[in-house]
């Protein structure tokens, strides 16, 4: 099995978000490794109300300063202290790429695979994926020592 030094959890606020963070969390204290929460915010004009924010790159820090507090939150109740938060604002292909930039993981936990996740990490989705054969080759990977993590 690879050692992993360093795994990447893509959040959402929803129940699945929290059950890949949860997971995350697991596979982290399993390998002790580096652990991050990564939460990306899609642009959406509908949010501001109609009105125009001050400026773009403000409307922006307060939507990744809400998102790190969320995070804290969710991390505080899972017991994650330990893990590093992360917010990004914008297209979320790109979003990600920034994440990915700034902390260089070696396996990559979500929720579902849309299209943009692959890359120089392991990918392991708890949902669909578009990427079956690899996701099957991971979880074969994790599974095979007797169900080490069980439920989600």
Sequence with gaps: MHDYRRILALVD????????????????????????????????????????????????????????????FMAANLGAGEAELMARYGRPRDAFANGIAAWNPDLVVAGDDPGYLGGRHDLLTLGRSTNTGKLKRILHQFMAPAGLLGGA
Excluded: M, N, W
């Design 13 to 72: 606020f929803s129940e699945s978000g929290t059950a890949v963070a949860r997971r995350a969390l697991k596979l982290a204290r399993l390998g002790q490794t580096e652990l991050a929460f990564l939460h990306l915010i899609e642009p959406d004009p509908g949010l501001d109300g109609g009105y125009p924010s001050p400026s773009g790159k403000a409307c922006q820090r307060d939507f990744e300063q809400a998102a790190l507090r969320r995070l804290a």
